[in-house]
Nanobody
Framework: QVPLVESGGGSVQSGGSLRLSCAASGYTYKYFCMGWFRQAPGMEREGVAAIGRDGTTSYADSVKGRFTISQDNAKNTLYLQMNSLKPEDTDMYYC???????????????????????????WGQGTQVTVSE
């Protein structure tokens, strides 16, 4: 059973909007945090947004004010609302989940933990977002 399955990607013109969804096979409220990452071919996977079990959020500077991460625990689904899309947002987008807080969480804090790809345990297969001029 695939833990996480993304959907909602597609092609849109610059300035447009998309909403990505990530359906979890388990209970999303059990995850310590969930996040969205993106990756272009040949590039490092980078954190876009993360949300904690208590609703704390963190965003990459490049998407602040344009993207919103949210979580519906009743539906076990993670979302990423993307507005004012730009061509540089073109990437494969992945959702991911951290099962439990790492032992050094009190020292590293939410953003350093939940925006770091190496902390994540479960990953989706990705959904492509393409933004044209």
């Amino acid at each position: 059973q695939v833990p996480l399955v993304e959907s909602g990607g597609g092609s849109v013109q610059s300035g447009g909007s998309l909403r990505l969804s990530c359906a979890a096979s388990g209970y999303t409220y059990k995850y310590f945090c969930m996040g969205w990452f993106r990756q272009a071919p040949g590039m490092e996977r980078e954190g876009v947004a993360a949300i904690g079990r208590d609703g704390t959020t963190s965003y990459a500077d490049s998407v602040k004010g344009r993207f919103t991460i949210s979580q519906d625990n009743a539906k076990n689904t993670l979302y990423l609302q993307m507005n004012s899309l730009k061509p540089e947002d073109t990437d494969m987008y992945y959702c991911a989940a951290v099962l439990a807080a790492p032992s050094d969480y009190l020292y590293t804090g939410f953003s350093s933990t939940c925006m770091a790809k190496h902390q994540y345990d479960d990953w989706g297969q990705g959904t492509q977002v393409t933004v044209s001029e």
